[in-house]
């Protein structure tokens, strides 16, 4: 140390914040690759050899500049071994970067090797040499007992030792040939890799530009030590010009390191991901923050020369600081995430959309109000269109579309050939593809959609507003949020189409009936009777034969007239404007008024206004499910000789929203005898009434009654 508190308090600072950027850096991306391929390791390990580095040019800021020992000559030692081998490093890793051992896609030569591939050679040459120059070279002490460090042990030319010419021009030769790789990349078989290289090469060339710096200086710097060839004891009255040399190198590094994390971070170049993560971002972020403010903190502990356990306390302080300030942003983050995701949580009236079919949208005002809180909080994108495809394509209708264009309706929407184009690319294994711009203009990504019979849509997205790039877990939140959508859309439509059937096959049955009682009443009945008026005067002296087609006749008229007095009477009530009440009095005034011997009805006047609240398909819901369990008593509540008198009550209670009894004194539901068809009326009207958001319930004690509730809370 040179004994100036400010200097040697930067130097050691920054000396420790490029040691735990480089090693956070090196261990990130070795336990976050994608694939283990030789190129992530070989970036990994520059990446933690460069924090070797720092820690053994930490290490010997510890000790005093006159010091002897095995302790700095060890740490001596390692700093110079990565220090040689790092250029070449940075080089190989560019290279693999750019592409230089990927093959291109359609075959052909890659030009990315045939111009590197006698410049890696050159750059291998001179490592080696280098390497092997550290090896043969031996440190002697010289006068006052500092170490030369091997500068008078090593190999002379014309008195001036090889590596202070070597070693500087190697450092520039790695760094151009890297600023090369970097303009000139090579093929990518990686998904994006194109536009990340794109992305992340001003990054990269600001690093490879700091570390040219860097070599520019080291070779100031063996240029100024020429001077001291023969006499490098008298590098002690230059302890501060050193250190303020050492001070500006530390400061490019810490550049290139920041420049070299944010490409690492925000667009995976040596992991492998497809998408960049927006924790990772984040994470780099504070580890930024904090290497800076460890760096600081333990450097004026020692600066200082305050005691030991000063300095303990202080990263103590700093890290318990730093704690509680991550679990703030942790906690707050997480509030921001549940806000801008509660939007796509709520209810999409399903149930409104299925009780106002008249007022239904295409799309949803719901729906598309989700879509349009993804594109603008969570994707943060200028165009977006959500389209469904394969069986759900009819169901779900129009595609869904955002526009940050104050007239969004100006957009065009994709037709089926630029569609079909896109689905061709489509893999289960790729969450995000490239859209070529010429296909659809303003549309720069696709992203499938997919549910378990295969591929249920898609969603094209524009370019982000902040010229950024969709990040992994953007991509996640938009297919989820994506696949929700359509499957909320083809489900609603399917129960829309499945209350019109219903309600069709109730009008059509009723429509039936009254038909087959016309017919019945009308034309079969008055024929069977003009017959048997003819053959009863027209015989006489009727014969057996004929006494006997009479009788049948008589049977069949019988049976005829039993039919349409359980068949539905005159034609189905309107329910809106008598009200459910007054229907279903019309009903057993004229369909059933000779199936019961009592009817009771417990109607409060209150309660019966009350049922004008009800909407028409409420209306029509419980009017039919009143009218089955009516019909289900008249054909099922008496014995088979119809001995028994039976008794119907009708009821309306005050609970809930509204409650209508249905009940028999009849034989009750056990002791009924089975019928093919038992139960399925009730329980289609029991689906119905879900739809409608009630319930019904069946109570019954055999030989005493049968209850039947109908609920809407």
């Not at 070279?137 to 190999?155: F, M």
């Not at 090469?201 to 020429?226: H, T």
């Not at 921001?336 to 149930?351: D, E, G, K």
């Not at 943060?380 to 526009?403: D, E, M, V, Y």
Request: glycine share 8%; hydrophobic share 50%; charged share 15%.
């Amino acid at each position: 140390m040179t004994g100036q508190f400010g200097l040697d308090w930067a130097i050691l600072a920054l000396s420790l914040a490029n040691t735990i950027l480089l090693l956070w850096l090196g261990t990130t991306v070795l336990l976050n690759s994608q694939q283990r391929t030789w190129g992530g390791w070989l970036a990994a390990g520059g990446l933690l050899l460069g924090g070797v580095f720092f820690i053994s040019h930490t290490a010997i800021l510890g000790y005093d500049f006159f010091a002897i020992g095995v302790g700095i000559n060890l740490w001596w030692a390692v700093g110079l071994m990565a220090v040689t081998v790092l250029p070449f490093f940075w080089y190989v890793m560019m290279l693999w970067y750019s592409g230089f051992w990927q093959k291109p896609v359609g075959g052909g030569s890659n030009r990315l090797v045939q111009r590197h591939r006698s410049l890696l050679l050159i750059a291998g040459i001179m490592v080696i040499g280098l390497l092997l120059l550290a090896l043969t070279t031996r440190s002697s002490p010289i006068s006052g007992g500092y170490p030369t460090r091997g500068l008078e042990g090593s190999l002379m030319i014309n008195g001036q030792p090889l590596v202070l010419v070597l070693y500087p021009l190697y450092v520039l030769v790695c760094l151009v040939f890297s600023f090369d790789a970097l303009r000139n990349p090579g093929p990518s078989h990686r998904r994006m890799g194109e536009l990340a290289r794109k992305r992340a090469r001003p990054w990269l060339m600001g690093a490879s530009l700091a570390l040219l710096l860097v070599s520019l200086v080291v070779g100031v710097v063996f240029v100024w030590l020429f001077k001291f060839v023969g006499d490098f004891g008298r590098l002690t009255e230059a302890v501060v010009s050193i250190a303020w040399f050492d001070l500006l190198i530390e400061c490019l590094i810490l550049i290139a390191v920041i420049l070299l994390g944010q490409a690492v971070t925000a667009y995976e170049i040596f992991t492998g991901q497809t998408l960049p993560r927006q924790g990772f971002m984040r994470q780099w972020q504070r580890a930024v923050l904090l290497a800076l403010g460890y760096g600081l903190v333990i450097g004026f502990a020692f600066s200082a020369n305050l005691r030991p356990i000063y300095g303990v306390m202080l990263s103590a302080l700093l890290m318990t600081f730093f704690f509680a300030m991550l679990s703030w942003r942790m906690v707050s983050e997480r509030q921001r995430t549940i806000a801008s995701l509660r939007p796509f949580v709520v209810s999409q009236r399903f149930y409104d959309q299925l009780l106002t079919p008249s007022i239904r949208q295409d799309p949803d005002p719901g729906q598309q109000n989700s879509f349009d809180a993804l594109c603008r909080d969570v994707l943060n994108t200028r165009l977006a269109f959500l389209i469904a495809l394969g069986p759900l394509a009819p169901l779900a209708g129009k595609p869904l579309q955002f526009s940050e264009s104050t007239e969004p309706e100006l957009v065009e929407i994709p037709d089926q050939a630029t569609i079909a184009g896109i689905l061709s690319q489509f893999s289960p294994e790729f969450s995000i593809l490239r859209v070529e711009r010429e296909a659809l203009p303003g549309v720069e990504w696709s992203v499938p959609l997919w549910s378990q019979r295969g591929l249920a849509g898609m969603l094209l997205l524009g370019s982000k507003r902040d010229g950024g790039i969709y990040s992994q877990e953007e991509i996640e939140v938009a297919q989820s949020i994506g696949e929700r959508l359509i499957d909320i859309k083809a489900s609603t439509e399917i129960a829309q189409r499945l209350m019109n059937l219903q309600r069709q096959r109730l009008a059509e049955t009723q429509v039936l009936d009254q038909q087959a009682r016309r017919v019945l009443h009308d034309e079969v009945l008055q024929q069977l009777h003009a017959a048997m008026l003819r053959m009863d005067t027209a015989s006489g002296k009727s014969s057996p034969g004929t006494q006997e087609a009479l009788e049948m006749l008589t049977d069949v008229h019988a049976q005829i007239s039993g039919l349409l007095r359980v068949m539905p009477g005159i034609a189905a009530p309107t329910i809106s404007p008598q009200g459910l009440i007054a229907a279903l009095r019309k009903l057993m005034a004229d369909e059933m008024r000779s199936a019961f011997d009592h009817v009771v009805w417990k109607i409060p006047q209150d309660l019966e206004q009350k049922t004008a609240e009800l909407s028409r398909l409420e209306a029509e819901v419980l009017y039919y499910a009143s009218r089955e369990a009516i019909r289900n008593a008249a054909l099922h509540a008496r014995l088979q000789e119809g001995e028994n008198a039976l008794t119907l009550t009708i009821g309306l209670l005050p609970e809930n929203r509204f409650t209508l009894v249905v009940e028999d004194d009849g034989i009750g539901i056990q002791a009924q005898s089975p019928q093919p068809d038992s139960g399925q009326g009730l329980a289609l009207h029991s689906t119905m009434m879900a739809v409608i958001g009630g319930e019904l319930d069946v109570e019954s004690e055999p030989g005493t009654f049968t209850r039947v509730i109908l609920r809407l809370p």
